[in-house]
């Protein structure tokens, strides 16, 4: 086998609205939410070798474990080819993004490493079945295997492309983690936001007509995340991304994101990016 090595971008989805329509009878909840791309995120590097063992190495040491999404997503392909002894891979994993940040940064490497193998290996699988697999892993992993900004419903696996307006975005990334299991299951959470047709949902920024219906919660659990999230909202219409911590506002220039980041407190952080309707991954993978 020859040894080949690619390098990819692992970019974060933002939600720029995320409704909770109601409760599957399985415990899981369905949803309805604009995905959308930002050219910021993680890098992976893959260099395959005969050795028949996948390894990844990462900037941050506590995720070099077997619970890494890397490793599920790149074991849950090799499980599925026949000559398993002569694929190996080592992936090397460098984070940027915040985890438990509801930028879907874990479902985004895994997303990565299998759109990366599934070329590499040359395994033929098509985009929809590394979806359906992607999804026994997590919930958002089969949007980035997508990579295209849509429109998902159900638990995420109902996609509809929709193109998202140009638009820079500042993200801050208060240092919360917030358990997004122990969100799902609050008891004041609302769960009944009316379904929206697809067809005629129009998406013009962040306006009150479409909302994240975890925020209200979000925000009262987690002090630091309302205060980021007042402190944007002094200069744009700002909302939180999936279940937090990461707030965003929506700006129409670079300069204007920029100048806003630039008058930032100490005390916040985070970075400005621009909106994507292809992921990243897929501008280099497929061009
Ligand atoms: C809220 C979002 O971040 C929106 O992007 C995602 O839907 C959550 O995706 P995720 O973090 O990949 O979540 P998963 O790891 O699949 O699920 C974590 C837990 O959240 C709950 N969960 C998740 C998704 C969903 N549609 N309904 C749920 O009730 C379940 O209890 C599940 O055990
Ligand atoms: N490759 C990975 N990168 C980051 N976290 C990972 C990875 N693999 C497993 N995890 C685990 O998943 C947890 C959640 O991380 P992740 O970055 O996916 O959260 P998130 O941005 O809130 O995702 P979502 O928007 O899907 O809720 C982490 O605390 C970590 O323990």
Not at 24 to 42: A, M, P, T
Not at 118 to 126: I, Q
Not at 182 to 210: A, C, M, V, W
Not at 261 to 281: D, H, M, W
Request: net charge neutral.
């Amino acid at each position: 086998m020859t040894h080949q090595k690619l390098t990819l971008p692992s970019p974060a989805k933002l939600n720029l609205f995320l409704h909770i329509n109601g409760r599957l009878e399985n415990g899981y909840h369905e949803l309805q939410s604009l995905f959308h791309f930002i050219d910021y995120g993680d890098t992976m590097t893959f260099e395959t070798n005969a050795s028949g063992k996948i390894t990844l190495s990462c900037n941050i040491k506590a995720l070099e474990t077997d619970d890494n999404l890397v490793l599920k997503a790149a074991n849950l392909l090799v499980n599925l080819t026949l000559n398993k002894v002569e694929k190996g891979v080592h992936i090397t994993l460098n984070k940027r993004l915040p985890m438990g940040g509801g930028v879907g940064g874990g479902s985004s490497n895994a997303a990565t490493t299998m759109l990366a193998l599934n070329s590499l290996w040359d395994l033929g699988h098509s985009t929809a079945d590394l979806e359906a697999l992607g999804n026994t892993l997590g919930a958002d992993v089969p949007i980035f295997i997508r990579g295209k900004s849509s429109i998902a419903e159900g638990t995420g696996d109902k996609m509809c492309t929709y193109n998202v307006h140009n638009a820079w975005y500042l993200v801050l990334t208060p240092n919360a983690h917030v358990n997004t299991k122990e969100l799902f299951s609050h008891p004041e959470l609302p769960r009944n936001t009316p379904k929206l047709d697809n067809n005629t949902l129009n998406y013009s920024g962040i306006t009150t007509d479409l909302k994240n219906d975890f925020q209200s919660l979000v925000v009262k659990k987690y002090p630091i995340i309302a205060k980021a999230l007042q402190w944007l909202l002094e200069y744009a219409p700002s909302r939180m991304t999936g279940t937090g911590a990461c707030v965003f506002a929506e700006f129409a220039t670079e300069q204007q994101a920029q100048k806003v980041f630039q008058q930032l407190p100490e005390e916040l952080s985070g970075f400005v990016a621009k909106g994507c309707n292809i992921s990243p991954t897929h501008q280099v993978l497929f061009g």
